[in-house]
């Protein structure tokens, strides 16, 4: 939403000036605009704050879930950290352009560089910090767009858990496919999904999944996880990715709107003192 | 600002302070970092009963001031409570400081720091 420019031809005809001054009244409209821009954001900070909440909830119970359910004395907690982790979702902020042409005010255009609203975003990194794209965008070489990268990472994260699931129902119900498995797992954790493929996979591939394991937080409390905390992880990505940053996001920009009304309602209080004064004048003038 | 939008590119972390759960959910989502030793610095602290306030201080401290690659600190908001006046102090746009709910505390927006400001514009 853009503020509207003011009216440029406002001047009373008792100014002769060649700058026109800006009434109170445009100030109010400004103002009025700045506050519904307001209210907007905050609309949008509470929405994103009750999902963020109902999100996190999801996931204290999931946890809870997984430590109810596991082994005594087994805690899904800080005792399984790996000291040694590298962060693989990171944040980017990028500078964004904020409302192109409002900034027609007197001393506006010298705080232009204010007016860049600042916007957040996690993504998903390897280990050396690059972002990662999606393997399907790749082969087609289409353009990587943050949401269906997205995406993709939510629905990878699902198909993992899918196939665990089905790693583990194999793995209590045929004692053959346990032991096949345990040797598999002997070999490295790059076995671990995609196992019933003919097709050998590329060394590029092979390294990815390594990487991709490696990296996976989920490792730290072994190789076959809970469910529940599955389900934990997948509603932390969530809100890592797609709550926390927007909230971020939107907080910055109601603290810049909240600068400008303020800015614009100091403006007003000026342009009203200088009305009056120029209405007394006027007064003066005419009784003399 | 233009120095603080430079200073932006390097923040890539997203630190947590908080209860054990809070911070194991975080960390299963990836964002948990340690730094190459002998440094080996962590952007997480776990908070329990045990905590002293000065160590929640120390950690918040460290992250808005020592460490230049965060830019989130998310903490919750029942332990933003044990260092309320420092956190309200803080007024720096890097890194900014998210409260959010536990397990035990859901949200309370007469707390959250946004709120306030709006009714502090609104009611001036």
Known sequence: ?288 | MATSQADAKDRQFLAVIGDEDSVTGLLLAGIGHVTAPPDSQKNFLVVDNKTENAAIEAAFERFTTERKDIGIILINQHIADRIRNRIDTYTAAFPTVLEIPSKDHPYDPEKDSVLRRVRRLFGE
């Open chain 1, 1 to 288: 939403m853009t503020t509207p420019p003011l009216p440029l031809h406002h001047a009373s005809q008792d100014q002769p000036s060649t700058t026109p001054q800006p009434s109170p009244e445009d100030y109010n409209t400004q103002i009025d605009a700045l506050l519904t821009r307001y209210l907007f954001l905050l609309n949008e900070y509470t929405t994103l704050r009750s999902s963020l909440s109902s999100l996190q909830s999801g996931m204290y119970q999931n946890l809870a879930r997984a430590n109810f359910a596991a082994e005594r004395g087994m805690r899904y907690g800080k005792e399984y950290f790996d000291e040694r982790m590298v962060a693989g979702r990171r944040l980017r902020v990028l500078p964004r352009e904020a409302r192109g042409e409002e900034d027609i005010w007197e001393e506006g255009n010298k705080d232009k560089e204010e007016e860049k609203v600042l916007e957040w975003r996690v993504v998903k990194v390897d280990e050396d910090g690059n972002k990662v794209v999606a393997k399907a965008e790749e082969k087609n070489g289409k353009k990587a767009q943050d949401e269906t990268e997205k995406e993709n990472t939510t629905q990878q994260e699902g198909n993992e858990a899918k196939e665990q699931d089905q790693d583990k129902q194999e793995d209590t119900t045929n004692p053959e496919t346990d032991r096949h498995q345990k040797e598999d797992t002997s070999h490295g954790p790059q076995q671990d999904d995609g196992n019933e493929d003919a097709e050998k996979p590329d060394d590029d591939d092979k390294k990815n999944k390594i990487k991709k394991i490696r990296n996976d937080p989920l490792r730290w409390f072994g190789l076959l996880t809970p469910l529940p905390l599955r389900q934990a992880q997948t509603q932390a990505i969530q809100a890592v990715e797609q709550i926390i940053p927007r909230l971020v996001t939107v907080n910055t920009e109601m603290a810049q709107v909240e600068i400008e009304v303020r800015r614009a309602r100091k403006r007003r209080e000026k342009a009203t003192v200088k009305a009056k004064a120029v209405g007394a004048e006027g007064v003066v003038g005419a009784s003399a």
